[in-house]
């Protein structure tokens, strides 16, 4: 699908053979804080979710893509749609790179541009929204870039590391044309 592919990344499907990267990544207790993860994921659990991944996204509410260079095929990182609203026309999306050495050369940004355009073309998708630690500049930085807005901050939201962070609610409402 032309719509998922940019200039260095690809988003697709998950595969089968994805398992040891969801393994890596959602065991990764590093980014437990932005994926709100409290525990490790078995590797049974996430077979079964693989199995499940066929699932379309209005039976879902979600959408999991592996994100993918194009010069090597190597997935490395994931964006999702979730809490997907088919009749309010929304969803949150979040990403992730797994590692450092990905982050900050444009593959999330890419990412993110590619989904945004999913959402809102082949979806028809009326927003999109973000949750994002007000700590983790990066990503809001990121979403910054799409023209996200900082519509509130939730107070004490996350408990984190033995206090509580808050947590800033993006939001990007498609421009009509």
Known sequence: MVTLQGKNIFLRALEPED??????IENDETIWEVSNTQTPYSKFLIHQYLENAHQDIYEAKQL?????????????????????????????VGIIIQNEVDRNNGFGKEALGLMIQYAFQQLQLHQLFANIGTENTAS??????????KIG??????FINNSFKDEVL????????
Request: charged share 30%.
């Open 153 to 158: 901050v939730k107070k004490d939201w996350n």
């Open 140 to 149: 809001i930085a990121l979403f910054a870039t799409f023209e996200f807005e």
């Open 19 to 24: 398992l040891e990267f969801i393994y890596a």
């Open 64 to 92: 999991r893509l592996a994100i993918c260079k194009k010069s090597t095929f190597e997935a490395i990182g994931l964006i999702d749609l979730f809490d997907f609203d088919a009749k309010n026309k929304r969803a949150g």
């Open 170 to 177: 993006l939001q990007l409402i498609k421009k009509i044309n």
